[in-house]
């Protein structure tokens, strides 16, 4: 089974990001947290997580939410977004150690690939 940590600050984004994973991947399950310590823990676990998705919000933020993430599971796959299509912010996160970027604005089957 599919496991996925849904990570942001607002539940209701966080509720429709594992909502949107369970649909396109039957069964698949998700963990949220509220902030990246909180995820960083829960990765730290015993839960076998597949994916983090984690949101990011401003390019001075963004090394200080992954980096905790990467530590904490290095060879967990990381796909950041945001609810701006930034180029700026996605060469931050990229660099800062997520495999993707997607922007919330962006259709549904992009995030299928």
């Given at each position: ?69 990467r530590a904490a599971r290095p060879a967990c796959p990381l796909l950041a977004v945001a609810a701006e299509d930034d180029a700026a912010l996605a060469r931050a996160a ?20």
């Amino acid at each position: 089974m599919l496991k996925v940590l849904v990570i942001g600050a607002q539940p209701i984004v966080r509720d429709a990001w594992g909502r949107l994973v369970a649909q396109l991947e039957e069964g698949a399950a998700w963990l949220d947290a509220e902030d990246a310590a909180t995820g960083a823990a829960l990765l730290a676990g015993p839960d076998e997580v597949a994916l983090v998705i984690v949101e990011v919000r401003a390019q001075s933020d963004v090394t200080a939410v992954i980096e905790p993430l990467r530590a904490a599971r290095p060879a967990c796959p990381l796909l950041a977004v945001a609810a701006e299509d930034d180029a700026a912010l996605a060469r931050a996160a990229l660099g800062a150690g997520a495999r993707g970027f997607v922007s919330t604005r962006a259709p549904l089957p992009v995030l299928r690939e």
